[in-house]
DNA sequence: AGACTTTTAAATGTCTGACAAATGAAAATC
DNA sequence: GATTTTCATTTGTCAGACATTTAAAAGTCT
């Protein structure tokens, strides 16, 4: 492993490259424990701060963990969906509020994800996830619920059924785009009017997957997006209004 | 801002995660400059080592960047999705690799997901696109061309097919279920006979996508995910059978 | 006065050395 | 033999120092 000194990137951001790639090629299997710092500074040939920005750069990206004592160290850590979920959601969230990521392309991704899982989910629900879909369904239908609350909701309904799919690898890949909508989603979901429209969907969404039926659970998806483009139009639309007027 | 000395997380952890919520949660905005790191020491009342673990663990998720020089100092760094991918596709690898996904499991949400940009591909691709789906499918026809090579093409033309749908969210939830099942999919393409019929399948797909049929273009997509199931049980049970013999 | 050069101050990057705290293993004791 | 104590190892943290980079301020020359 060499460094390069005079390296612009810096000797920690190098150090951490190195170890990562380590990982990542498979050189570092899972629970292995690294050298110690000392023993790193003295192979990369720099102090043990250098080392220790090196180490936490790695932290934080839930590759490693560090324990204390004699038998401590820096362990390469099993990667689980758990460490996975809340990194996956930052990056997600600030990549759609720094980006000006418009609301319909959003939606209209969330819902392309979402109709990707449907079918799975028609045929392989468990009665469990049903249940939490009605549950949740019934969550939304109780007076003096914030709107936060609400919103929370609705993603957990989304949640249970993309997780009806029995994929765990497309659970991921929603779960950063749906719950990163929920800032955005927020903002338009605040009528009364739309929370009864809206469990009705949602009722008719959980009843095509009770029965089965793959088409008629997509074109209750459809139903959702339309109605929820339909909302943030109206809402931006008189939000532009209110500012001309202004 | 509070720290508690005391907590088994650490004191840079800590830091990072409070400076974390400040910028999701807006308080600090895009390009906004971070107090340095002497006045951060002070503030949180910790030494500036561990005032720099904090900002290299948040360097380390592209939050921040860091400048030398007399106006230098961490800003807050405006999340791209170019800063994003790399991170996402380290993550997405890591997990396939370390958890055991069954190749089936990850090949379902692959072609789940491109199904859902399947419609929109075929209604808004430009010609630049098409002409970049063609283009890999020749290649691809190139005779010794290595495995790697054919692969990284497969996943070009498959990400060509993505971005036609013109979604840049979608394009990023892809990105890491895509790549990250390359070296998966570099096990199961080396028969030549398997690239002729890959070409064809991408052949009939880019045909469908040109002609603005989604439906075709829907079943050519289930065409190509049987076929590489196929292909995987195949080399699966070989190897099961060598390992019986052995 | 204006353009160029030099100086300077501020900030990050890195190093050295040190001590505290945790932790498991070995040694000592009952 | 079981329990307690000691101890070595390792990470976590701190203090102070110097190097390097960078832009602004000061100085200098035409």
Redesign the pocket.
């Known amino acids: 492993m060499k460094i390069d000194p005079d390296h612009p990137s810096?000797?920690?951001a190098q150090i951490a490259d190195a170890i990562r790639d380590a990982i990542v090629s498979g050189r570092l299997i899972v629970d292995e424990r690294l050298p110690?710092?000392?023993e790193l500074a003295e192979q990369f040939?720099?102090?043990?701060?250098?080392v220790?920005?090196a180490?936490k750069r790695l932290a934080a990206q839930s590759l490693i963990r560090?324990?204390?004592?004699?038998?401590?160290?820096?362990f390469v850590n099993r990667l689980s969906y758990q460490d996975a979920y809340p990194q996956a959601i930052t990056t997600a969230t600030l990549l759609l509020s720094m980006n000006d990521v418009a609301f319909e392309t959003a939606c209209e991704a969330r819902f392309a994800l979402e109709r990707a899982c449907a079918p799975l989910a028609v045929e392989r629900r468990t009665p469990d996830q049903l249940a939490t879909m009605r549950a949740e369904i019934f969550r939304q239908g109780q007076p003096g619920l914030t709107d936060e609350a609400f919103c929370a909701s609705d993603v957990a309904f989304h949640r249970a059924l993309v997780d009806a799919a029995g994929n765990p690898v497309l659970s991921y890949a929603l779960a950063g785009a749906v719950e990163a909508m929920q800032p955005l989603m927020n903002m338009i979901t605040f009528t009364a009017r739309s929370r009864e429209r809206i469990g009705a969907l949602h009722t008719a969404l959980a009843d095509a997957v009770e029965a089965g039926d793959a088409p008629g659970a997509l074109a209750e998806l459809d139903a959702i997006e339309t109605y929820t483009k339909e909302l943030a139009r109206a809402v931006l639309d008189a939000r532009a209004q209110a500012r001309q007027e202004r």
Chains 1, 2 share one sequence.
């Open positions: 810096g000797l920690s110690s710092e000392a040939d720099v102090s043990r701060p250098t220790r920005e180490l560090t324990q204390r004592g004699a038998t401590g160290g820096a």
